[in-house]
């Protein structure tokens, strides 16, 4: 079964920082890929998806993430954080069979800006 | 434009009551799914459903009950609440569209403590 480690619990960054966030993944088949982010008390949004078509995927809000096949990574960046990204994370890879199409999340990383 | 819908937001439950939470959504995906979510341990399947009538096991199925009598809601029930139940709980659905690269679609939870 495929799995997503997200390195870091919790990360800090300063207001215009770069942001990055890690995600490795553990897949026996081509993994399709996912960043979501959590507002607090809201649901998951999804933020990008990899789906094989181009290495370096681009997001919403300013967030991109760069599939390596070598590093078995998708690490999730920004070049300059805000306020406003201040969220939890989540890396998640979309199982394979059973015609389920279950999601795997990482455990999260919590993201504070400090202004 | 409502998506998915997770009724109720809040609930505070004694051990040994039962409830159901009720999922609902518009878009007329045919799967949906319930996760479970604790701090620090992401989100966890508890069950499944791939289309109307139809429900299958997740990772933490243990304590919970599902059904499936119409396409559009998907309950999840809790026989006998238990407090290692307390948790945020999040529904999701996606397109029935064939690949492992559709997204989930989230709603923004139930928070539920057992007492």
């Known amino acids: 079964a495929q799995s997503v480690t997200q390195l870091g619990s919790h990360v800090s960054v300063s207001e215009g920082a770069l942001v990055l966030l890690r995600c490795n993944y553990s897949s026996s088949v081509p993994p399709y890929l996912f960043w979501y982010v959590q507002y607090p008390n809201q649901g998951l949004q999804l933020l990008l998806k990899y789906t094989s078509a181009a290495t370096l995927v681009k997001g919403i809000n300013g967030f991109e993430a760069e599939f390596k096949k070598s590093e078995t990574s998708f690490h999730l960046t920004k070049p300059s954080a805000h306020m406003s990204d201040a969220a939890e994370y989540f890396c998640a890879v979309s199982q394979s069979g059973a015609g389920s199409y279950q999601l795997t999340f990482g455990k999260g990383t919590k993201l504070s800006v400090i202004p | 434009n409502a998506g998915v819908t997770q009724t109720p937001k809040f609930r505070v439950l004694k051990t040994g009551q039962s409830m159901t939470l009720l999922c609902a959504q518009d878009m007329n995906h045919e799967y949906m799914y319930w996760y479970r979510q604790d701090p620090g341990m992401g989100l966890r399947l508890i069950h499944y459903s791939v289309g109307e009538g139809t429900t299958a096991k997740g990772e933490v199925p243990d304590g919970y009950n599902v059904s499936r009598l119409k396409k559009q809601n998907f309950l999840l029930g809790l026989e006998s609440a238990a407090p290692s139940q307390t948790s945020v709980y999040f529904c999701?659905?996606?397109?029935?569209?064939?690949?492992?690269?559709?997204?989930?679609?989230f709603g923004d939870g139930t928070r539920l403590s057992i007492l």
């Open positions: 999701a659905s996606r397109t029935p569209d064939r690949g492992r690269h559709q997204p989930q679609h």
